[in-house]
């Protein structure tokens, strides 16, 4: 079961539906959905996507999970974290992060990922968490950077996405390094 978490600005909550027409508006810009393997075509099907997530669904292997980033303030939706527990070893997790053009910059980012990693590293025992990240994207790139990942690795052209390959690139955070700076 995903818990919320909160930090000095932010709420991360279990999506709901009421959140599908934020996560629309900001996931089908084109310099959102650039980088990203999912890009919506409708609002049902954000809608669709935010009902087949059952919070107890959170930490088990093999699917994607997907928890709004709001602001503490009013509760607006300002992005998403994906986490993927793997199927092959419970203690491995990749995580990804999308926000919303207007809230980029402003240091959100990196604490929604913190927050997350703390979670996943300390709270929930995992041993190595990864992002794959594509080097096109130097905002994201710099986010992974800032928010304390090693760069482990890049990979030419290893990922067909949107009908082309492209280059990925792989972050990753071991329990044993990782700074607990910040967890409750």
């Known amino acids: 079961m995903f818990e919320e978490l909160k930090t000095n600005r932010l709420l ?7 959140d599908a027409g934020a996560m629309h508006a900001y996931r089908s810009k084109i310099e959102v959905a650039r980088y990203q393997s999912w890009q919506p075509q ?8 935010i009902r087949r997530l059952q919070p107890e669904n959170f930490n088990v292997t093999g699917e994607w999970y997907q928890v709004g980033i709001t602001l ?17 070893d419970s203690r491995l997790a990749e995580i990804g992060i999308t926000v919303h053009p207007q ?8 604490e929604a990922l913190s927050a997350l990693l703390n979670l996943l590293l300390y709270k929930l025992g995992k041993h190595r968490i990864t992002a794959s990240v594509d080097p096109r994207n130097l905002a994201s790139m710099s986010l992974m950077k800032a928010v304390g990942l090693r760069q ?11 009908d082309t390959w492209v280059d990925d690139v792989i972050f990753a955070a071991l329990k044993n390094d990782w700074p607990n700076t910040s967890f409750p």
């Not at 991360?12 to 009421?18: E, M, N």
């Not at 409708?42 to 996507?49: A, G, I, Y």
């Not at 809230?103 to 990196?110: E, I, L, R, S, V």
């Open 12 to 18: 991360i909550r279990s999506l709901t539906t009421a």
């Open 42 to 49: 409708s609002l049902e099907q954000v809608n669709e996507m």
């Open 72 to 88: 503490q303030e009013n509760q607006q939706l300002i992005g998403d974290l994906g986490i993927q527990i793997s199927s092959s």
């Open 103 to 110: 809230y980029q910059n402003q240091g959100y980012g990196k």
């Open 152 to 162: 482990e690795g890049h990979f030419v052209k290893s990922l067909w996405i949107k």
